[in-house]
């Protein structure tokens, strides 16, 4: 009797240390499995001082009458006299493109600020549009330009436009940088796990923003600083990589 007590504790016994190494077995592989799927996502970013090569300025010649004859010829007289201005700033007449005249009939107005059918005058306006690569010197000539309000001419200056031609092909070199960035950071990650980076699960490019010099202005949807001669170009990828 007590021999075969003692057998079937001894059974017992292999029984649960069967289950317990087949337990940690299965753990294991369950463990690798998981790890064989398991994909770390990080964002990287390059960013890149650039200049504007490009300049577009535009300027108004605008007069007003109380005869549509009066108001062109003033107009006609005055737009020629802006032309040969800018050409002796040094502006080649090849980079200067004037409109066509734009026109508004005047109307009267009743004591309430209501607009009446009676016409009053008429107002005209004429704009010259500059496009050149000599960025600096278009920036100072649209400075100076408002002195020809001492000719009695009505120029209105408008802000000059920075522009960067070459940005496809930088934006190819920063998207590059970004995607580096992100694979540094992925493996500084993964070393603290003592993990190692695999391969890209996925990746995605976010927008790019384009801000005057050290500015902090992000936007969803991208920026594209036209106000400031030098901006500050930002780079974002977000990539998966497998963890081995």
Do not use: C
Not at 87 to 94: D, Y
């Amino acid at each position: 009797m007590n021999g075969q007590r003692s057998e079937t504790i001894t059974a017992a016994v292999i029984l649960a240390a069967a289950l317990v190494v087949a337990t940690a077995i299965g753990g294991w592989f369950f463990v690798k499995g998981k790890r064989g799927d398991e994909t770390i996502t990080v964002t990287g970013s390059a960013k890149e001082r650039i200049t504007s090569d490009l300049v577009i300025w535009r300027a108004g010649v605008s007069y007003q009458s109380a005869t549509l004859a009066e108001a062109y010829r003033s107009l006609s007289e005055s737009v020629p006299k802006v032309k040969s201005y800018l050409i002796n700033k040094g502006i080649p007449e090849k980079e200067i493109t004037i409109s066509a005249i734009s026109s508004q009939t005047l109307h009267g107005r009743t004591s309430d600020g209501a607009e009446t059918s009676e016409i009053t005058g008429y107002s005209l306006k004429q704009e010259l549009e500059v496009r050149s690569n000599d960025v600096q010197k278009i920036a100072k000539i649209a400075r100076e330009a408002t002195e020809l309000i001492n000719q009695g001419i009505l120029i209105e200056s408008q802000p000059p436009e920075y522009h960067y031609t070459k940005l496809g092909d930088l934006k190819i070199k920063m998207l590059a940088a970004a995607a580096k960035d992100a694979q540094e950071r992925a493996q500084r990650i993964a070393e603290s796990t003592n993990s190692k980076v695999g391969s890209v699960r996925n990746a995605r490019m976010g927008v790019l923003q384009i801000t005057p010099a050290d500015s902090n202005e992000v936007s969803d949807s991208g920026m594209n600083d036209t106000s400031a001669l030098e901006k500050d170009i930002t780079a974002v990828v977000n990539i998966g990589f497998a963890v081995d």
